[in-house]
């Protein structure tokens, strides 16, 4: 992007001067080259479009050609051109009147002097009359309200027409526009020559604007408009002078339905006009490339914009052109579409929303927005895939993902990926397909920490841009702490409640706040934020918490008593609230600025205002782009610091900043304020005068993370994002390291400050250059890192010494005898087995839990709880005989335990609950589908299902942790013997559960000849293996 240009000039009454900035932010639609299907269908029009007006009654789109001096009128049904209006010169704007009657053309006749040919054309739909009005300075756009009266904006003033007798009401003058004159040089467009766009709210009671001040070129470093909006209602009209950079293109203007918000341009705006809600990140502001319309009934944003660097001489797109689906609220990206071509201007919507009408490069573009869930379209059904290998499994493991077309159809698919050790089967197909990922842990073995890979997915007859499969590949060793969690997206802010058991972590691809309950650590609530977060706060009161953002000049609030969103707090025209601190005193923001200088701003949060600092204390109020505040816990100082090495200190006691220092070339990772004035930044400890005290050691890596408590504190660090991380106690106030600990995998790492960020508010994408990777939790009972792959829950005592672990017996989890066989479920039992509790309902199970694995004959044993005292798990199918079983803990290895496995082990599960009885073997009568007990007893002719483990292999067979299938059943290969009172059992069915693990079911049926008893005896035997429970029997 170039540099922002912030013009001020004197304003006449009633309007204003404000400014906007893009990011140079490129989105998956700038880049993408893959083109598989295209949705929608170009009607070519033999000349430039440069308005469209919808006839649902007629069944037609009136499209002014104006190159060609003529109405267009397109066929809804078929999109074909009915027909041709032959007109005045250059029809650059249409707009039909809410009673269907009347067509009112504007033509842009602003030739050399002498010849201007400036006018309205209005047509009467109901009798073919026709009628031309000369207007003395050329207009710019025309739009009707409800009232059947049109808003015609020229380049001089603001016109009120009336249609039928032709009367005109000024409404405004003004003295800012200068228009185009004709002829332009070759190669132009409307959008460039004629500079204006306006639209309508979908309740006709609000009309919206904008008009090119000055040449209204799409290069060059800056560009001004005027934004307007109009009242129908009272017909008043309020105008505001913005200054944008990159220019504000696409020349497109659109509502919501009730007008509430606008897009105009690249940014969104509320009706005063004052606030840029949110807006694209990267656009280039070519005129001619983009587009953008409302969808209310759906709650989405169509939108096309170019990200292509604009270029005086060449105003076509550097990439193919993408339909992106957005959220309304905040521009989140939901869905993208590849498109025939480029869209060039305004886009309407029909009354039912089924039809998407766009000006394109051709004429027109229809897309069936209403079918777009219904066209051929490829997606996976997980983000990302995580395979977390360990010590004691070195095996090539596997997951699957499901290929689909959401819309139900049969859609080609192409699987990609480039990483060494990761592969994918099939690697092509139709939809709906399973895939197998495949990764092979030993192309890993030199990575410890977790590594990234993408699968790609193109379609050659899907519309959409498939998003990529994240696969993230974790080798952990035993020394390696912390329970990693997977979170997709791009995660830049990490914070933990002060007051709460919570914590909140910021994801900025999807505009979200994710919040987690800090004892169990998963999600309890997702707040939407504005476009771009980028930082996270809360208030002194510890009542609300606020989000910065990068793409939005507002700062989001949300009530953490409700987790509701509350009023937002608006920053001064053109000031984009990157970072929040909040002290006893002040809330203070970083502000990247649309303008020379970017400013520290003071929040009024009871107006929910900001305002900027007249200066920081003695010192000016220029900061960089890059700047990084946070507050002290007990609200005493909040500490700024910057890419370029520059630090601030703001005191709450005195209300003022009293320090400012630059010992450092340049700074970057962590950032920190303790309640007893000191601080860090990167790899440095200041003290209360933000001087050096110590520096801290950079051989575990690149600094990210820092957080105080009481005197000491916490510290992350890692050499890169696959590597793994390394967390550290800070002990005293000197700053001392001690119990470097590894962690199970990198924690989020600094970028490189972009060149040029110091000196001015220039166009540039978010850089996160301070990173806050490391919370303790309020309840002091774990820790939060945000790391490579989602955040890591670490143990408060994370560095304690671990005893090694000790097996001390093994039995049949359903019946606690030591009889076992393949396939069992067991529990282990011992000391030491594992640092923490933690159950898992993975499927396949993992075979490394809470940090802790085994193995049998040296194959890994599929584990589903661990804790220092049990584990429960299955043993592997293919081990038998006397076998020795190992565990890995992070306290060692332990002592081999001898164990022998027989062929068969039937154990009935003694889990069934009735009353006060929890022990109930799990024997169900088919009748019912009651659990057997002395009030439900098995009756003579019933079928009985009997639940037990260690019924051994079968066929097919199945792997270890992985559910039993359903089609086929796997039956057991040998088959058991039943009796109940000494009469045998006919068994029908004998085999694994489908759907469940280690868990098989005998289905039996009970003869007529089966002694009545209170006790009758339940045998199974299989092999030489036997177990036996009673039960009641009645006739």
Same mark, same amino acid.
């Given at each position: 992007?170039?540099?922002?240009?912030?013009?001020?000039?004197?304003?006449?009454?009633?309007?204003?001067?404000?400014?906007?900035?893009?990011?140079?932010?490129?989105?998956?639609?700038?880049?993408?080259?893959?083109?598989?299907?295209?949705?929608?269908?170009?009607?070519?029009?033999?000349?430039?479009?440069?308005?469209?007006?919808?006839?649902?009654?007629?069944?037609?789109?009136?499209?002014?050609?104006?190159?060609?001096?003529?109405?267009?009128?397109?066929?809804?049904?078929?999109?074909?051109?009915?027909?041709?209006?032959?007109?005045?010169?250059?029809?650059?704007?249409?707009?039909?009147?809410?009673?269907?009657?009347?067509?009112?053309?504007?033509? &842009?006749?602003?030739?050399? *002097? =002498?010849?201007?040919?400036?006018?309205?054309?209005?047509?009467?739909?109901?009798?073919?009359?026709?009628?031309?009005?000369?207007?003395?300075?050329?207009?710019?756009?025309?739009?009707?309200?409800?009232?059947?009266?049109?808003?015609?904006?020229?380049?001089?003033?603001?016109?009120?027409?009336?249609?039928?007798?032709?009367?005109?009401?000024?409404?405004?003058?003004?003295?800012?526009?200068?228009?185009?004159?004709?002829?332009?040089?070759?190669?132009?467009?409307?959008?460039?020559?004629?500079?204006?766009?306006?639209?309508?709210?979908?309740?006709?009671?609000?009309?919206? /604007?904008?008009?090119?001040?000055?040449?209204?070129?799409?290069?060059?470093?800056?560009?001004?408009?005027?934004?307007?909006?109009?009242?129908?209602?009272?017909?008043?009209?309020?105008?505001?002078?913005?200054?944008?950079?990159?220019?504000?293109?696409?020349?497109?203007?659109?509502?919501?339905?009730?007008?509430?918000?606008?897009?105009?341009?690249?940014?969104?705006?509320?009706?005063?006009?004052?606030?840029?809600?949110?807006?694209?990140?990267?656009?280039?502001?070519? &005129?001619?490339?983009?587009?953008?319309?409302?969808?209310?009934?759906?709650?989405?944003?169509?939108?096309?914009?170019?990200?292509?660097?604009?270029?005086?001489?060449?105003?076509?797109?550097?990439?193919?052109?993408?339909?992106?689906?957005?959220?309304?609220?905040?521009?989140?990206?939901?869905?993208?579409?590849?498109?025939?071509?480029?869209?060039?201007?305004?886009?309407?919507?029909?009354?039912?929303?089924?039809?998407?009408?766009?000006?394109?490069?051709?004429?027109?573009?229809?897309?069936?927005? =209403?079918?777009?869930?219904?066209?051929?379209?490829?997606?996976?059904?997980?983000?990302?895939?995580?395979?977390?290998?360990?010590?004691?499994?070195?095996?090539?493991?596997?997951?699957?993902?499901?290929?689909?077309?959401?819309?139900?159809?049969?859609?080609?698919?192409?699987?990609?990926?480039?990483?060494?050790?990761?592969?994918?089967?099939?690697?092509?197909?139709?939809?709906?397909?399973?895939?197998?990922?495949?990764?092979?842990?030993?192309?890993?073995?030199?990575?410890?920490?977790?590594?990234?890979?993408?699968?790609?997915?193109?379609?050659?007859?899907?519309?959409?841009?498939?998003?990529?499969?994240?696969?993230?590949?974790?080798?952990?060793?035993?020394?390696?702490?912390?329970?990693?969690?997977?979170?997709?997206?791009?995660?830049?802010?990490?914070?933990?409640?002060?007051?709460?058991?919570?914590?909140?972590?910021?994801?900025?691809?999807?505009?979200?706040?994710?919040?987690?309950?800090?004892?169990?650590?998963?999600?309890?609530?997702?707040?939407?934020?504005?476009?771009?977060?980028?930082?996270?706060?809360?208030?002194?009161?510890?009542?609300?918490?606020?989000?910065?953002?990068?793409?939005?000049?507002?700062?989001?609030?949300?009530?953490?008593?409700?987790?509701?969103?509350?009023?937002?707090?608006?920053?001064?025209?053109?000031?984009?609230?990157?970072?929040?601190?909040?002290?006893?005193?002040?809330?203070?923001?970083?502000?990247?600025?649309?303008?020379?200088?970017?400013?520290?701003?003071?929040?009024?949060?009871?107006?929910?205002?900001?305002?900027?600092?007249?200066?920081?204390?003695?010192?000016?109020?220029?900061?960089?782009?890059?700047?990084?505040?946070?507050?002290?816990?007990?609200?005493?100082?909040?500490?700024?610091?910057?890419?370029?090495?520059?630090?601030?200190?703001?005191?709450?006691?005195?209300?003022?900043?009293?320090?400012?220092?630059?010992?450092?070339?340049?700074?970057?990772? *962590?950032?920190?304020?303790?309640?007893?004035?000191?601080?860090?930044?990167?790899?440095?400890?200041?003290?209360?005068?933000?001087?050096?005290?110590?520096?801290?050691?950079?051989?575990?890596?690149?600094?990210?993370?820092?957080?105080?408590?009481?005197?000491?504190?916490?510290?992350?660090?890692?050499?890169?994002?696959?590597?793994?991380?390394?967390?550290?106690?800070?002990?005293?106030?000197?700053?001392?390291?001690?119990?470097?600990?590894?962690?199970?995998?990198?924690?989020?790492?600094?970028?490189?400050?972009?060149?040029?960020?110091?000196?001015?508010?220039?166009?540039?994408?978010?850089?996160?250059?301070?990173?806050?990777?490391?919370?303790?939790?309020?309840?002091?009972?774990?820790?939060?890192?945000?790391?490579?792959?989602?955040?890591?829950?670490?143990?408060?005592? &994370?560095?304690?010494?671990?005893?090694?672990?000790?097996?001390?017996?093994?039995?049949?989890?359903?019946?606690?005898?030591?009889?076992?066989?393949?396939?069992?479920?067991?529990?282990?039992?011992?000391?030491?087995?594992?640092?923490?509790?933690?159950?898992?309902?993975?499927?396949?199970?993992?075979?490394?839990?809470?940090?802790?694995?085994?193995?049998?004959?040296?194959?890994?044993?599929?584990?589903?709880?661990?804790?220092?005292?049990?584990?429960?798990?299955?043993?592997?199918?293919?081990?038998?005989?006397?076998?020795?079983?190992?565990?890995?803990?992070?306290?060692?290895?332990?002592?081999? &335990?001898?164990?022998?496995?027989?062929?068969?082990?039937?154990?009935?599960?003694?889990?069934?609950?009735?009353?006060?009885?929890?022990?109930?073997?799990?024997?169900?009568?088919?009748?019912?589908?009651?659990?057997?007990?002395?009030?439900?007893?098995?009756?003579?002719?019933?079928?009985?299902?009997?639940?037990?483990?260690?019924? /051994?292999?079968?066929?097919?067979?199945?792997?270890?942790?992985?559910?039993?299938?359903?089609?086929?059943?796997?039956?057991?290969?040998?088959?058991?013997?039943?009796?109940?009172?000494?009469?045998?059992?006919?068994?029908?069915?004998?085999?694994?559960?489908?759907?469940?693990?280690?868990?098989?079911?005998?289905?039996?049926?009970?003869?007529?000849?089966?002694?009545?008893?209170?006790?009758?005896?339940?045998?199974?035997?299989?092999?030489? /293996?036997?177990?036996?429970?009673?039960?009641?029997?009645?006739?």
């Amino acid at each position: 992007m170039n540099k922002r240009i912030f013009g001020w000039r004197p304003l006449e009454a009633g309007r204003r001067l404000l400014a906007l900035a893009g990011a140079a932010f490129v989105l998956l639609a700038a880049t993408q080259t893959l083109l598989g299907g295209v949705a929608g269908k170009v009607v070519a029009i033999g000349g430039n479009a440069s308005d469209l007006a919808l006839d649902e009654a007629r069944g037609v789109l009136y499209v002014a050609n104006f190159t060609a001096n003529r109405v267009e009128v397109v066929s809804l049904g078929d999109g074909s051109v009915q027909s041709s209006i032959n007109v005045a010169a250059q029809p650059s704007s249409l707009a039909l009147s809410p009673d269907g009657r009347y067509l009112v053309i504007a033509h &842009f006749g602003s030739f050399t *002097a =002498g010849s201007s040919n400036n006018g309205l054309t209005v047509i009467d739909l109901a009798t073919n009359g026709r009628q031309t009005f000369v207007l003395g300075s050329a207009p710019l756009g025309v739009a009707f309200g409800i009232d059947n009266q049109a808003l015609v904006a020229t380049a001089s003033e603001f016109i009120l027409f009336d249609p039928i007798t032709g009367n005109t009401r000024a409404l405004g003058s003004f003295s800012t526009l200068t228009t185009k004159s004709l002829p332009q040089p070759v190669a132009n467009f409307p959008s460039n020559i004629v500079g204006a766009s306006m639209a309508v709210s979908g309740d006709g009671l609000w009309i919206f /604007g904008s008009a090119a001040v000055g040449s209204g070129s799409s290069g060059g470093s800056g560009s001004q408009s005027l934004e307007f909006t109009y009242n129908v209602t009272t017909r008043s009209i309020n105008s505001v002078l913005w200054t944008w950079s990159p220019p504000p293109g696409p020349r497109a203007v659109s509502s919501n339905y009730d007008g509430s918000v606008h897009m105009s341009g690249w940014a969104m705006f509320d009706r005063q006009l004052l606030n840029g809600l949110s807006q694209f990140p990267g656009a280039s502001g070519v &005129f001619n490339i983009g587009t953008h319309v409302f969808d209310t009934a759906r709650g989405r944003l169509y939108a096309q914009f170019s990200t292509a660097t604009p270029n005086s001489s060449s105003q076509q797109a550097a990439a193919p052109p993408v339909l992106q689906v957005l959220d309304a609220d905040n521009l989140a990206v939901l869905d993208q579409f590849n498109l025939p071509e480029n869209f060039a201007g305004k886009s309407i919507i029909n009354s039912d929303s089924s039809m998407l009408f766009g000006i394109s490069d051709s004429g027109i573009l229809m897309i069936p927005i =209403g079918n777009l869930d219904n066209m051929p379209r490829v997606a996976a059904t997980r983000e990302d895939v995580v395979f977390r290998g360990n010590f004691c499994d070195r095996r090539v493991t596997s997951q699957e993902v499901t290929i689909l077309d959401p819309g139900g159809g049969n859609t080609d698919f192409t699987l990609s990926v480039s990483t060494p050790g990761v592969s994918v089967s099939p690697s092509s197909g139709v939809t709906p397909a399973t895939v197998r990922i495949n990764v092979d842990p030993n192309a890993f073995q030199n990575s410890k920490g977790t590594v990234t890979a993408l699968i790609n997915i193109a379609t050659a007859r899907g519309v959409n841009i498939p998003k990529p499969v994240r696969v993230l590949i974790n080798n952990r060793e035993p020394d390696q702490r912390g329970t990693a969690v997977n979170v997709p997206g791009k995660l830049v802010d990490l914070l933990a409640d002060p007051v709460r058991d919570r914590f909140y972590v910021l994801r900025q691809d999807t505009n979200q706040v994710y919040v987690y309950d800090g004892g169990t650590q998963t999600r309890i609530a997702v707040l939407k934020t504005a476009n771009t977060p980028t930082q996270l706060a809360i208030t002194f009161d510890r009542r609300y918490l606020m989000v910065g953002h990068d793409n939005a000049q507002l700062i989001k609030v949300f009530d953490l008593d409700t987790l509701e969103e509350s009023l937002p707090i608006y920053m001064p025209g053109g000031h984009y609230p990157r970072s929040i601190a909040a002290s006893a005193k002040a809330i203070l923001v970083a502000s990247r600025v649309a303008g020379p200088e970017n400013k520290i701003s003071r929040v009024d949060f009871a107006s929910r205002t900001a305002t900027p600092l007249p200066s920081l204390g003695i010192f000016e109020n220029k900061i960089d782009a890059s700047t990084i505040l946070v507050a002290s816990p007990n609200g005493s100082t909040i500490l700024g610091a910057q890419s370029d090495g520059t630090v601030y200190l703001y005191d709450a006691n005195v209300d003022t900043f009293t320090i400012s220092r630059k010992d450092f070339p340049s700074l970057s990772g *962590a950032y920190a304020a303790s309640n007893f004035n000191q601080f860090v930044v990167g790899n440095s400890l200041l003290n209360a005068s933000l001087v050096q005290t110590a520096q801290f050691e950079t051989g575990t890596g690149k600094s990210s993370g820092f957080a105080f408590l009481d005197q000491g504190g916490f510290r992350t660090t890692a050499p890169d994002s696959s590597s793994p991380g390394v967390i550290a106690r800070v002990t005293n106030q000197s700053g001392q390291l001690s119990r470097a600990t590894r962690l199970v995998e990198a924690p989020i790492l600094p970028q490189a400050a972009q060149s040029g960020q110091a000196q001015s508010g220039a166009s540039q994408s978010w850089v996160q250059v301070f990173t806050r990777s490391i919370q303790p939790l309020y309840s002091r009972n774990a820790l939060i890192a945000l790391t490579t792959s989602g955040f890591t829950a670490l143990p408060w005592s &994370f560095d304690a010494s671990v005893a090694a672990p000790r097996i001390e017996r093994v039995v049949n989890a359903a019946d606690n005898t030591a009889a076992v066989a393949p396939g069992s479920l067991v529990s282990i039992f011992g000391a030491n087995l594992s640092p923490i509790n933690q159950a898992t309902q993975l499927t396949p199970l993992p075979t490394a839990l809470g940090e802790s694995c085994l193995t049998v004959n040296g194959l890994p044993l599929p584990v589903v709880f661990v804790s220092p005292g049990q584990i429960n798990g299955q043993i592997p199918f293919q081990v038998d005989g006397n076998v020795s079983l190992i565990l890995r803990t992070p306290g060692g290895v332990s002592d081999t &335990f001898n164990l022998t496995i027989l062929p068969t082990a039937p154990g009935v599960f003694r889990n069934g609950v009735a009353g006060t009885r929890n022990d109930l073997p799990a024997v169900f009568r088919a009748a019912n589908g009651l659990l057997v007990t002395d009030t439900n007893p098995i009756h003579r002719g019933d079928t009985i299902t009997i639940y037990l483990t260690g019924l /051994g292999r079968t066929s097919p067979a199945v792997d270890a942790g992985v559910p039993a299938p359903g089609d086929p059943l796997a039956s057991v290969i040998v088959p058991p013997a039943v009796t109940l009172g000494g009469v045998a059992l006919p068994v029908e069915f004998a085999g694994l559960t489908p759907g469940s693990i280690g868990v098989y079911q005998i289905n039996a049926r009970v003869p007529s000849d089966v002694p009545p008893g209170l006790d009758q005896p339940l045998t199974i035997s299989q092999g030489s /293996g036997a177990s036996a429970i009673g039960v009641r029997v009645v006739d």
